[in-house]
């Protein structure tokens, strides 16, 4: 079954050999590693929109390494605890590389994972390393995707398009969200700045969602390896914020022991 709709008319995409086809013979050619690109050139960006192939591979590298495990499977874990069956509908706003799609789809082997992307470097990688989910090149804030299909939607440190979320998700679906909470990877920010600082922890309400929980998860980190540890760097926004001595400062750190900390916001449609 596809969950997937034409970005053109809107109508159900239908997959027919390799291409994905509409009523209105809008036709999507299916890559060799079985993503499809649904993201029309006038919705680009750029030239090359989001993660581009560095950038994809410094994330691998870090979240291969098992660094965020102990996150994904919390995130695993709401989905199987809200689900009403063993057969959900997921749809994974931001799906990067599919490091989170992997953990969950092993949680719930039998779930429907949908992951939409805008990278389409990280779309080629996520495909190719898990056959069993369907992938799109696309943004979160006009997903090919049916309304109100979905059960869960997920958003990982990813753009926010609540209203798009709405649509997708059935009546009485889950949105989770991920957010950093106050120390996460505090002791690498003090490599970083002279007067590093805890995130602040905010309360948001979006419409047609009530808040349900905040769940936190709290792990540690020992890097022992420069790589690893300016893989885990180019994954935040501090990355984009940090001045070249900053930059300098983390590139020699060869050991980093600091604390994680993610908040799982668990919003439920009205």
């Keep these: 079954m596809s969950f997937f709709i034409c970005p ?14 509409c009523r209105n013979c809008h036709t999507f050619d299916i890559a060799k590693e079985g993503y499809v690109n649904l993201l029309p050139s006038g919705k680009a960006n750029s030239a090359v929109p989001g993660d581009n192939k560095e950038m994809v591979k410094s994330r691998t590298v870090f979240l291969e390494s098992g660094g965020y495990k102990v996150f994904a499977d919390g995130i695993a874990d709401v989905c199987r605890e809200y689900s009403l069956g063993d057969e959900p509908v997921i749809v994974d706003a931001g799906c990067g590389q599919g490091y989170y799609d992997k953990i969950i ?10 992951g ?16 069993n ?12 995707v049916a309304d109100e299909c979905a059960d869960f939607v ?10 798009e979320f709405c649509r997708v998700l059935k009546k009485c679906g889950y949105l989770v969200i991920a957010v ?9 920010k003090k490599i970083l700045y002279n007067n590093p600082y805890e995130n602040q922890v905010t309360e948001s309400n979006y419409e047609g969602f009530k808040f349900v929980k905040r769940i936190p998860i709290q ?25 070249v001595e900053g930059h300098e400062r983390l590139k020699n750190t ?17």
């Design 8 to 21: 053109v008319c809107k109508s159900v995409l239908e997959r027919d050999g390799k291409s994905y086809v």
């Design 105 to 114: 789809k092993s949680s719930l082997p039998k779930s429907n994972i949908v």
């Design 116 to 131: 939409i992307d805008i990278s389409k470097f990280a779309i080629k990688y996520a495909s190719n390393n898990n056959k």
């Design 133 to 144: 989910i369907s992938y799109a090149v696309a943004g979160v804030y006009d997903m090919p």
């Design 154 to 163: 997920l958003s990982i440190f990813s753009p926010l398009a609540d209203r």
């Design 180 to 188: 950093p909470g106050p120390v996460h990877l505090l002791e690498m």
């Design 219 to 243: 792990s540690s980190l020992v890097l022992e390896n420069s790589e690893l540890i300016y893989a885990l760097f180019s994954m935040t926004p501090y990355f984009w914020k940090t001045d």
């Design 254 to 270: 060869s050991y980093l022991e600091t604390r994680t900390e993610f908040h799982l916001l668990v919003y439920q449609k009205e």
